[in-house]
T-cell receptor, first 117, second 115 residues
Framework: AQKVTQAQTEISVVEKEDVTLDCVYE???????LFWYKQPPSGELVFLIR??????QNEISGRYSWNFQKSTSSFNFTITASQVVDSAVYFC??????????????FGKGTLLTVNP | GAVVSQHPSWVICKSGTSVKIECRSL??????MFWYRQFPKQSLMLMAT?????????EQGVEKDKFLINHASLTLSTLTVTSAHPEDSSFYIC???????????FGQGTRLTVV
């Protein structure tokens, strides 16, 4: 069975602060994919990043960075110099890599990030 | 690219009526579409997976006769909530993926309120 844990239910920061959202996962698959999605108040899910299990290289995209640590089964997401527009619910998700029913995503419970001006 | 459009964005219906929600992939052919349900301040729960031209695969606990899913073409899947009741009120969101792409792309979601 697959499981994604986002221990932080809510985080509140002041603009320009850095913030890290934690994600820990469990899977028996040797090949798998990890994702982060952003859900603003309007409701749609915005894809942010995908990481393959065989690629542990960390990634940076503008103010966003991701730290994938297979040894600790974690895939944490850091926003540098946060902005009010970053306020949203962020979901970490996991799927298997072999197709079929493994295409379905298992989501964490989400972390509500509030960035105050 | 990879745009998924969901319609309607919100709907209010009376108890006992049926409601149809559409999910369209606008610029790609979706080999697989997924339907999720999200209660307020909760995570997304997968309801069913559908492949074009075949019957949907429902998750455990999801009533097939209540939540009818049709994936008639590579760009359209529909979810029909039959004989809706207030407890069916929720946010329903679809996603779609195409062959060779690991990530799925989500529609805007539909907020259903049954009164």
């Amino acid at each position: 069975a697959q499981k994604v844990t986002q221990a932080q239910t809510e985080i509140s920061v002041v603009e320009k602060e850095d913030v890290t959202l934690d994600c820990v996962y469990e899977t028996r698959d040797t090949t798998y994919y990890l994702f982060w999605y952003k859900q603003p108040p309007s409701g749609e899910l915005v894809f942010l990043i995908r990481r393959n299990s065989f690629d542990e290289q960390n990634e940076i995209s503008g103010r966003y960075s991701w730290n994938f640590q297979k040894s600790t089964s974690s895939f944490n997401f850091t926003i540098t110099a946060s902005q009010v527009v970053d306020s949203a619910v962020y979901f970490c998700a996991l799927r298997g890599g072999s197709g079929g029913s493994n295409y379905k995503l298992t989501f964490g419970k989400g972390t509500l990030l509030t960035v105050n001006p | 690219g990879a745009v998924v459009s969901q319609h309607p964005s919100w709907v209010i219906c009376k108890s006992g009526t049926s409601v149809k929600i559409e999910c369209r992939s606008l610029d790609f052919q979706a080999t697989t579409m997924f339907w999720y349900r999200q209660f307020p301040k909760q995570s997304l729960m997968l309801m069913a997976t559908s492949n074009e031209g075949s019957k949907a695969t429902y998750e455990q606990g999801v009533e097939k006769d209540k939540f009818l899913i049709n994936h008639a073409s590579l760009t359209l899947s529909t979810l029909t909530v039959t004989s809706a009741h207030p407890e069916d009120s929720s946010f329903y969101i679809c996603s779609a993926r195409y062959e060779g792409k690991a990530e799925a792309f989500f529609g805007q979601g539909t907020r259903l309120t049954v009164v």
